[in-house]
């Protein structure tokens, strides 16, 4: 089923949180801190105050000091705006200009003067001077004896694998428009949770959660930037209180680089060790990623490495160090995109040192049941994955010889990763209607930052209710509707697809309840096991011609509509007796390097999914697709370099912050295999991830099986093959 939301898109209709104009409506210009460390000496405003259509100027010294946000599902909130005079990140927000149009704000913003006592700034993983913080949501791996393993194992392979700053950099620049009335506050804003904005805006303002509405139908992108409240978002609401009038603040793209979060960069250390015939014996994964001073955004990229494959020793360690750099944040495959990268590629040179094919080193470990809880999985068509990946790629050509596959003046190279994404799942509810004329309408707090969460829900809603798919509205993006998860961890489909099922078929028992004594009704006394739905009716199970219309039902027992309310909560593996199991794949991957030069193409990528039931596989397919998209990037071209001396984003535009464009993606090729998961009632697991891990892991194989040189840090750049 083609997107239902994708006329709207392609016609322009579709409106994003930057589209938004309300009457009265003024706009917002952030000032930024140009220095890293230290504090803000003098703040001269008074040359903004008097530009042309200026409205305001606020500063630390006339904002008043609001509460951070609460604790979420994906941790604390960033800390609140404009506390104090501390610097603590180049890019943070020091002042906000309000005036009349974009052009005077902007314009009014740079005639502020800013001095500063700097001090020395934290920029590096391996300054001495960074705090540090260990693991606090207790997910460090410990099982066996993993020391003892490795001395005694036959075979082993250790090492540094690092990964740097990566900034999300959706299409659409983020934006925030907040108006309030009276004591009541609604924003349109770019985010993946609209219920958690609600939430959080409420505390920081101190106003009851019924008071606040936050909009976001249409998201420009996001991979997890929009996960959090932002500081620009409390900025915008703040000034829409105190001048009584909506507040517009679009981010610019530098901004973009320093307020929304990035992928934190990491030092990973690793050992894996197996006996001679490539049986793990023994794993011990340690990472140390970057965090703000005073954020606690946590990415646990040694976690997932316990879970990956079935092996006795395993430790894993996760902490932290305090920078002098923004705020990171998820994203897309937060932690396992970077975690999979030294693993993978740690295996790769197991099996090189074993001279064992790569892809039978990883069959040979495949976790048969959950390696923490020794478990069952609720699915896993793991290995099934990387036999019908293999055949379609044509991994049985490969030579494995590295420097032995050759085309002209590139050598060729074939990679692959093993891959694996947790499962994820939180509380979620919907509300479903069936109206007097045969429509539905079913609706839910949740967001489509592109995924397909439109169409899939109208899918299921049309499904369930036996409505025709156009003849059924579904909607989201708005926190006044039952409440959502985020579109996040690959976990909403599963969630919110139960949450509108169990809604539709609460609506199905209503009309029931109505027809119950209806004599006039051939389905009087029925429940619902005792019919069938499609084409706008129901009739009883195995006798069509015995039924009757929605719109008949609801005429006759003179109702407008029917209401009812849907709801999910997450499996438990004690209760199921098995370990809810998340999204599996393998991916395959050709190179060319071009032997003088040392540029690297990635003509061909495979992608083999177990993504439990697809609801929709074109919209499945294009996620994928989207993935592998962003593992190029961050296998080949992403990096956010940071001044060693000044701590300054030094590549903030998209002319030097590098992302792969149409001439890098060519034959993208995906399939899926494996049954519906157990764990969720539609079989569903989610893919939204899955699709970028290993693709950096496979890309670096392929170079190594390509040019015999291996590397060990992203991204894999051409003077480091010269």
Request: charged share 20%.
């Amino acid at each position: 089923m083609d997107r239902v939301d994708g006329a709207r898109k392609t016609a322009g209709a579709a409106g994003y949180p930057s589209d938004v104009q309300l009457p009265g409506q003024t706009h917002a210009a952030l000032v930024q801190s140009t220095v890293a460390a230290g504090r803000i000496r003098t703040l001269e405003t008074a040359a903004a105050e008097a530009s042309p259509g200026v409205l305001t100027v606020m500063t630390h010294r006339n904002a008043p000091r609001l509460p951070d946000g609460p604790m979420t599902a994906l941790g604390a909130s960033p800390p609140a705006p404009l506390r104090d005079d501390r610097i603590l990140h180049h890019g943070q927000h020091i002042a906000l200009v309000v005036a009349e149009t974009p052009e005077q704000a902007a314009a009014a913003a740079r005639l502020v003067r800013v001095t500063y006592d700097t001090s020395d700034p934290v920029l590096g993983l391996d300054d001495p001077r960074a705090e540090r913080m260990d693991n606090p949501w207790g997910m460090d791996a410990d099982r066996g004896d993993p020391a003892e393993a490795v001395r005694t194992a036959e075979a082993k392979v250790s090492g540094t694998w690092t990964t740097p700053d990566n900034t999300n950099n959706p299409l659409g620049l983020f934006a925030t428009v907040a108006v309030w009335e009276r004591d009541a506050l609604t924003v349109h804003d770019s985010t993946q949770w609209p219920t958690m904005g609600r939430v959080t805006l409420a505390k920081v303002f101190d106003v009851p959660e019924s008071a606040v509405r936050v909009l976001a139908p249409y998201v420009g992108g996001a991979f997890g930037a929009g996960l959090r409240v932002w500081p620009h978002v409390i900025l915008a609401a703040l000034a829409a209180r105190v001048l009584r009038r909506p507040v517009k603040l679009v981010l610019t793209r530098a901004q973009m680089f320093t307020s929304v979060g990035h992928r934190p960069s990491t030092v990973q250390h690793l050992t894996v060790a197996s006996t001679g015939t490539g049986e793990l014996v023994a794993l011990d994964h340690r990472c140390t990623s970057g965090v703000a001073m005073e954020d606690d955004d946590f990415e646990p990229c040694a976690a997932t490495s316990a879970l990956a494959y079935a092996c006795p020793n395993v430790i894993t360690r996760d902490v932290q160090l305090r920078l002098n750099i923004p705020d990171p944040t998820s994203m897309r495959a937060p932690a396992v995109g970077q975690g999979n990268f030294a693993l993978e590629s740690a295996l790769d040179e197991l099996a090189h040192s074993l001279s064992t094919d790569p892809l039978e080193l990883r069959l040979r470990n495949y976790a048969a049941e959950h390696p923490g809880n020794g478990l069952p999985w609720s699915s896993n068509a793991l290995r099934e994955c990387y036999e019908a990946g293999a055949e379609r790629f044509g991994w049985s050509r490969r030579d494995p010889e590295p420097r032995s596959m050759r085309d002209g003046d590139e050598l060729v190279g074939y990679g692959m990763a093993g891959v694996s994404y947790p499962w994820y799942a939180q509380p979620c509810k919907a509300r479903a209607t069936v109206n007097s004329d045969g429509s539905a309408f079913v609706r839910s707090a949740a967001t489509d930052i592109g995924t397909g969460t439109y169409t899939v829900m109208t899918q299921v809603s049309a499904d369930t209710l036996g409505i025709p798919p156009g003849r059924v509205r579904f909607d989201l993006g708005d926190s006044d509707m039952p409440q959502s998860p985020q579109a996040g961890g690959s976990g909403l489909t599963g969630a919110l697809a139960t949450a509108v099922r169990d809604a539709c078929r609460g609506v199905l028992g209503r009309i029931l309840d109505l027809v119950r004594d209806d004599s006039e009704s051939p389905l009087r006394g029925c429940t619902i096991g005792d019919v069938t739905v499609g084409g706008g009716r129901m009739h009883l199970r195995g006798r069509p011609a015995e039924g009757e219309s929605y719109a008949d039902i609801l005429a006759r027992h003179g109702q407008v509509e029917v209401t009812a309310d849907g709801a999910s909560t997450p499996a438990d593996a004690a209760e199921l007796g098995m370990a809810p199991a998340g999204a599996f794949g393998a991916k395959f991957v050709e190179v060319r390097v071009d032997a003088d030069l040392g540029v690297i193409r990635v003509p061909r990528v495979v992608s083999a999914i177990d993504g439990g039931q697809i609801l929709n596989e074109k919209t499945a397919r294009s996620q994928i697709i989207g993935g592998t998209v962003g593992g190029i990037g961050q296998a080949l071209f992403e990096e956010t370099v940071t001044d060693a001396g000044t701590g300054r984003i030094a590549n903030a535009t998209f002319g030097d912050y590098l992302v792969p464009v149409n001439a890098d993606v060519t034959q993208m090729d995906v399939l899926f295999v494996g049954d519906p998961d157990r764990a969720t009632p539609l079989g569903t697991k989610g893919v939204g991830e899955i699709g970028l891990v290993g693709i950096a892991a496979a890309v670096a194989n392929a170079v190594h099986h390509a040019t015999g040189t291996r590397v060990r840090s992203l991204p894999v750049t051409l003077d480091q093959l010269l």
